[in-house]
């Protein structure tokens, strides 16, 4: 049995995970679970999975959960909490499906203890790639994708020769704007932005893939988890998103893991991996699918994959400036405090406006995100 810490339950990604472990409970233990203010979902998954400990980030949302459970598990509390539990708790692997840069601390601190890490939090790399792979090796901690497209080319790498392989080709939906033209993308809603044609996300995440940012993080994470560089990543819309991403060999052979979108495939495997085992998630029914597209993404219209494939590029703390500004810029907009297409030109303010740096360490990284949130807010 395998004890499970899963960082941010009551988030789709979470709820997904509970999902898989329930299907697997005779492998899996939940250890302990944790969210940021959600204590009516929390409430019910503590009934369910009887975890040791969970973690509320909201101090007075956990003090009413204390008040209204009878379950014996302890509750802590804040970002204390969250470093106490993946510092010194007795588990044996991490589930990362925390959102943002508030993934970082506490998957390093799991990272030390040379915990297998389930990795949905794609920030942890973008904002600290070097810092974190390098721990990863040091202490033996294996870093396993659980994002669609990482966990597609992780797939495609198996039993493959890295110096064999040409490029890596992340798959992009397109999201919900694939077709409007950037005239029409000045008056587009909340509403509309967040109404994804595939995948059922989070509110942060499917922002980010109506921007494209999210593919732009993605290429800086598969940067760090797979050693490519930036001319050996390349992005393509497929707005079916059945396959997932693919890997181009030296021969020109391509290789792609394909199914329909569920999130519970790239879960169980980084769960389950070397292995592979049986299940009813997903049944893929070619017949039905009839087709499947593929185009070069605009980067004028999607400025933000442009944005983060410069920051890549430029290296440094430039995609940890990138990271934040985009959180900061996707707060202000489901606020409606700026317009869609004002959420790359707050991202070009400040990653033109902030002073890189070339170091890289962890007091660097927490001082560069904390200045940019600020630095961000000057934006009008």
């Given at each position: 049995?395998?004890?499970?810490?899963?960082?941010?339950?009551?988030?789709?990604?979470?709820?997904?995970?509970?999902?898989?472990?329930?299907?697997?409970?005779?492998?899996?233990?939940?250890?302990?679970?944790?969210?940021?203010?959600?204590?009516?979902?929390?409430?019910?998954?503590?009934?369910?999975?009887?975890p040791?400990?969970?973690?509320?980030?909201?101090?007075?949302?956990?003090?009413?959960?204390?008040?209204?459970?009878?379950?014996?598990?302890?509750?802590?509390?804040?970002?204390?909490?969250?470093?106490?539990?993946?510092?010194?708790?007795?588990?044996?692997?991490?589930?990362?499906?925390?959102?943002?840069?508030?993934?970082?601390?506490?998957?390093?601190?799991?990272?030390?203890?040379?915990?297998?890490?389930?990795?949905?939090?794609?920030?942890?790399?973008?904002?600290?790639?070097?810092?974190?792979?390098?721990?990863?090796?040091?202490?033996?901690?294996e870093?396993?994708?659980?994002?669609?497209?990482?966990?597609?080319?992780?797939?495609?790498?198996?039993?493959?020769?890295?110096?064999r392989?040409?490029?890596?080709?992340?798959?992009?939906?397109?999201?919900?704007?694939?077709?409007?033209?950037?005239?029409?993308?000045?008056?587009?809603?909340?509403?509309?932005?967040?109404?994804?044609?595939?995948?059922?996300?989070?509110?942060?995440?499917?922002?980010?893939?109506?921007?494209?940012?999210?593919?732009?993080?993605?290429?800086?994470?598969?940067?760090?988890?797979?050693?490519?560089?930036?001319?050996?990543?390349?992005v393509?819309?497929?707005?079916?998103?059945?396959?997932?991403?693919?890997?181009?060999?030296?021969?020109?052979?391509?290789?792609?893991?394909?199914s329909?979108?569920d999130m519970?495939?790239?879960?169980?495997?980084?769960?389950?991996?070397?292995?592979?085992?049986?299940?009813?998630?997903?049944?893929?029914?070619?017949?039905?699918?009839?087709?499947?597209?593929?185009?070069?993404?605009?980067?004028?219209?999607?400025?933000?994959?442009?944005?983060?494939?410069?920051?890549?590029?430029?290296?440094?703390?430039a995609?940890?400036?990138?990271?934040?500004?985009?959180?900061?810029?996707?707060?202000?907009?489901?606020?409606?405090?700026?317009?869609?297409?004002?959420?790359?030109?707050?991202?070009?303010?400040?990653?033109?406006?902030?002073?890189?740096?070339?170091?890289?360490?962890?007091?660097?990284?927490?001082?560069?995100?904390?200045?940019?949130?600020?630095?961000?807010?000057?934006?009008?």
């Amino acid at each position: 049995m395998k004890k499970i810490l899963l960082l941010g339950s009551t988030g789709s990604i979470g709820v997904s995970t509970l999902k898989v472990l329930e299907e697997f409970k005779d492998y899996f233990e939940v250890f302990a679970l944790t969210t940021n203010s959600n204590i009516e979902l929390l409430q019910e998954q503590i009934k369910i999975f009887n975890p040791r400990f969970v973690v509320v980030k909201d101090k007075v949302k956990a003090e009413q959960l204390k008040n209204s459970i009878s379950n014996s598990c302890s509750i802590l509390s804040g970002d204390e909490g969250l470093i106490e539990l993946t510092s010194s708790g007795d588990y044996d692997i991490l589930v990362s499906a925390l959102v943002g840069f508030a993934g970082l601390l506490p998957t390093i601190e799991s990272i030390k203890r040379g915990k297998r890490i389930a990795l949905a939090n794609k920030e942890t790399l973008v904002a600290a790639g070097q810092i974190v792979m390098n721990l990863a090796e040091k202490h033996n901690s294996e870093i396993i994708p659980v994002d669609s497209e990482h966990s597609a080319i992780f797939q495609c790498l198996v039993g493959e020769s890295r110096k064999r392989v040409n490029k890596l080709i992340v798959t992009a939906s397109g999201g919900p704007f694939l077709n409007k033209s950037i005239s029409e993308l000045n008056s587009v809603s909340v509403a509309e932005a967040l109404n994804h044609p595939n995948w059922d996300m989070g509110s942060k995440i499917t922002i980010d893939s109506a921007t494209m940012m999210n593919k732009g993080l993605e290429v800086i994470e598969a940067n760090w988890l797979f050693g490519f560089e930036k001319d050996k990543i390349d992005v393509v819309i497929h707005p079916q998103s059945i396959i997932h991403s693919m890997i181009e060999f030296i021969d020109g052979s391509i290789k792609a893991q394909l199914s329909i979108p569920d999130m519970k495939l790239p879960i169980q495997y980084a769960l389950s991996y070397p292995d592979r085992w049986e299940s009813n998630f997903v049944n893929t029914n070619f017949p039905s699918l009839h087709e499947l597209t593929f185009f070069e993404p605009d980067l004028v219209k999607f400025n933000c994959l442009k944005l983060a494939y410069n920051a890549m590029e430029q290296g440094g703390t430039a995609p940890c400036i990138l990271n934040a500004a985009n959180e900061i810029a996707v707060e202000k907009f489901l606020k409606e405090e700026i317009t869609f297409t004002q959420i790359p030109e707050l991202i070009d303010f400040s990653l033109n406006g902030m002073e890189d740096s070339s170091t890289i360490d962890h007091e660097t990284i927490l001082e560069y995100d904390r200045q940019t949130r600020i630095f961000s807010q000057k934006f009008t």
